[in-house]
């Protein structure tokens, strides 16, 4: 056959007529493996993203005897960054560029924060862990909690907040021989 026939997009040549057939289809569930150093099939990553959690000791404490050290960490590999536009006389307060372009990447109550510039990070240093208390969208000024003081990094090249996980999860003390769960089942633990 040729033409519109073959294609399926004309009328039927004359003496065939439409099947009546259907065709029904479902999913089997595979087998759960018995071995669980196997993966079973449909096991993996299912979410709609990448996730490269960046986790770091932002404080240690290795001289006290009790083996404390503060850890934070961040769901987005430590990318999501805030430019610091102007710190206010208050030492509590900044103003920064932008609040974030969409819902995900904005700046909220409760998320902590790490406060930084340049000269800080290149000399290895950890900046100053904040929490968010309230945000003044109009004029894109940040307030963190109380007793909080970000003045340090006012004169260094390029302020920055660096977001770390939202609310209180994102940065956690640590104890030596106990396991802590991060906000997606991820475990660490410190020896």
């Known amino acids: 056959m040729t033409g519109e026939a073959a294609l399926c997009e004309g009328p039927l040549p004359e003496g ?14 595979p087998a759960t493996p018995d071995d669980p150093c196997i993966v079973a099939p ?14 770091e000791i932002h404080k240690g404490d290795g001289l006290s005897g009790e083996a404390r050290a503060t850890f934070k960490w961040s769901r987005d590999n430590g990318s999501v960054v805030y430019r610091i536009a ?19 990447l904005a700046l ?7 406060v930084l510039g340049d000269e800080t990070e290149l000399r290895g240093e950890a900046g100053t862990l ?22 340090a990094h006012r004169d260094e090249q390029n302020p920055r907040l ?8 994102g940065v956690r003390p640590l104890r030596a021989g106990r396991w802590r769960r991060s ?7 410190h020896r």
């Open 16 to 29: 065939l007529t439409a099947p009546g057939g259907r065709l029904s289809t479902r999913v089997e569930e």
């Open 42 to 55: 449909g096991g993996g990553y299912r979410g709609l993203e990448n996730r490269l959690y960046r986790v």
């Open 86 to 104: 102007a710190f206010k006389e208050a030492k509590d307060r900044v103003e920064v560029g932008e609040l974030g372009h969409d819902r995900l």
């Open 108 to 114: 909220r109550s409760d998320d902590w924060v790490e």
């Open 130 to 151: 904040a929490q968010i208390k309230e945000i003044d969208e109009a004029r894109r000024l940040i307030t963190f909690k109380e007793g909080t003081d970000v003045s």
């Open 162 to 169: 660096r977001r770390c996980l939202r609310g209180s999860p």
């Open 183 to 189: 906000a997606t089942a991820a475990r660490c633990f």
